[in-house]
């Protein structure tokens, strides 16, 4: 929050004004829920290694990565009904690539990149640690009442699209093959990277640090396996394909919601 006392400007993020209306983004708790289209790969180890910082260590399954699609809807204790009164401020799609490894024998993911198509979820991810930048996601839509779409079944097929700059970035895609369980899925929690840099001195962050989100009231619904296709384009200004070679080992579809309550500084490379 803006700091206390006789500072005459408020809100949890910029810009700050005398009514705290306008911040991009509310406090938490953040409460979400989507579906989302994940692609499970392996990549060579090393190459893997080069992406996670430390005190991060590979995890139990070094090479591992993921690949999600997600479309959210997500409003915060201080506007609930956001979604209802503007939606356009409550919904949004991103593409994210995540690494397996591990904080003090804990697995997780570590988070090097992501894009999404709104601004609100853009500053709220700079706020957890998640290095968002904007893109455009474009993802299939499924309804049981479409004929020649239909809904979740046997031979659904999916797909997900980013693009950001005029360029394909990532493109991922599923076809349904097997309705699975919950405890399929690879458990997900994320290590996220915070970082701000100094105006005075460009090469002394002013604030650098590991952080986790701390999540509530997670559930998940109705999974999808299958089998899936995953593809990274070569940039002129991203690096997901950097990555190199990857092959997909599985594919999913599910629903998802939880709340974010906030989050934990794990490690401060300023202050260690």
Request: proline share 9%; hydrophobic share 40%.
């Amino acid at each position: 929050m803006a700091p206390k006392g006789r500072f005459p400007l408020k809100g949890y993020t910029l810009p700050l004004t005398p009514k705290g209306r306008s911040s991009v983004i509310d406090s938490p708790p953040w409460h979400y829920g989507g579906d989302i289209l994940a692609i499970r790969f392996s990549m060579d180890k090393k190459r893997a290694r080069a992406y996670i910082p430390p005190p991060l260590e590979m995890g139990p399954r070094p090479g591992e990565g993921m690949v999600w699609f997600p479309e959210w809807v997500s409003v915060s204790d201080a506007q609930p009904d956001l979604a209802c009164v503007n939606p356009e401020r409550a919904v949004y799609r991103e593409c994210f690539v995540m690494l397996n490894c591990q904080f003090k024998g804990v697995p997780g993911y570590f988070v090097p990149f992501i894009w999404v198509d709104n601004d609100f979820t853009l500053m709220r991810g700079f706020v957890q640690g998640f290095p968002k930048k904007l893109g455009k996601v474009y993802l299939t839509k499924l309804h049981d009442l479409c004929p020649r779409v239909g809904g979740r079944a046997v031979g659904a097929r999916v797909k997900g699209i980013l693009e950001a700059h005029g360029e394909r970035i990532v493109e991922g895609s599923m076809v349904f093959t097997r309705k699975a369980k919950a405890e399929d899925l690879p458990p997900v929690k994320f290590y996220l990277m915070r970082h701000l840099p100094r105006i005075d001195d460009p090469a002394r962050p002013a604030v650098h640090e590991i952080t986790a989100g701390k999540v509530a009231n997670a559930k998940i619904g109705d999974v999808w396996a299958g089998d899936g296709k995953l593809k990274f384009f070569a940039s002129a200004f991203e690096e997901v394909a950097d990555l190199g070679p990857v092959k997909v080992t599985g594919a999913f579809h599910f629903s998802m919601g939880m709340t974010i309550t906030g989050g934990e500084v794990l490690h401060s490379y300023v202050k260690d």
